[in-house]
T-cell receptor
Framework: QKEVEQNSGPLSVPEGAIASLNCTYS??????FFWYRQYSGKSPELIMSIYSNGDKEDGRFTAQLNKASQYVSLLIRDSQPSDSATYLC?????????????FGSGTRLQVQP | DAGVTQSPTHLIKTRGQHVTLRCSPISGHKSVSWYQQVLGQGPQFIFQYYEKEERGRGNFPDRFSARQFPNYSSELNVNALLLGDSALYLC??????????????FGDGTRLSIL
């Protein structure tokens, strides 16, 4: 079982709709969670981080964390064609000496004009 | 402010050769991590350095090594290159490993192709 799992997609949504991206993790020692956006051929770009249960909003993006269910999600409101990319979910463990990111394989999002 | 800079951007090597990849972190960041990303997968952790000391190592063979310099820049070395080492190598910097929620910021990566 992979430590961080994502549906590979593609997830296709029409322009202006809400895109919902999901991620589950297996290690209960996971402490912080990150969403990165990666355009084809480019490096990952940080969108949001979350480490407390509940919702965290930043512009059109909302991250949700449910530690009891070991579930993280990213909502993108008013989706734009420029949001079409692969979205990577990542976690770090609770040990204090290291904060290596463990990534899922990513979900490809397609926003249709 | 400059972001994370990596060099070179592209590199072509043949099997058995060695390669050195370089990374300069964001100004003020003291921690550098290296990741390998093969096509269709998420990045895989290779090394993390903080204040010139190795703080973590992923599941990679001893052919992979790294170091961090006093100015916090870092090098990743790979010896005896294999075809399977073809990947995008990413460097990420952060303030340090001890802060909850501290994000890592990635450079543009070095695309390594092994022939």
């Amino acid at each position: 079982q992979k430590e961080v799992e994502q549906n590979s997609g593609p997830l296709s949504v029409p322009e202006g709709a809400i895109a919902s991206l999901n991620c589950t993790y297996s290690d209960r020692g996971s402490q912080s969670f990150f969403w990165y956006r990666q355009y084809s051929g480019k490096s990952p770009e940080l969108i949001m981080s979350i480490y407390s249960n509940g919702d965290k909003e930043d512009g059109r993006f909302t991250a949700q964390l449910n530690k009891a269910s070991q579930y993280v999600s990213l909502l993108i409101r008013d989706s734009q064609p420029s949001d079409s990319a692969t979205y990577l979910c990542a976690s770090t463990l609770m040990d204090t000496g290291r904060r290596a990111l463990t990534f899922g394989s990513g979900t490809r999002l397609q926003v249709q004009p | 402010d400059a972001g994370v800079t990596q060099s070179p951007t592209h590199l072509i090597k043949t099997r058995g050769q060695h390669v050195t990849l370089r990374c300069s972190p964001i100004s003020g960041h003291k921690s550098v991590s290296w990741y390998q990303q093969v096509l269709g997968q998420g990045p895989q952790f290779i090394f993390q350095y903080y204040e010139k000391e190795e703080r973590g190592r992923g599941n990679f063979p001893d052919r992979f090594s790294a170091r961090q310099f006093p100015n916090y820049s870092s090098e990743l070395n790979v010896n005896a290159l294999l075809l399977g080492d073809s990947a995008l190598y990413l460097c990420a910097s952060s303030l340090g490993p001890g802060t909850v929620g501290e994000p890592q910021h990635f450079g543009d990566g070095t695309r390594l192709s092994i022939l």
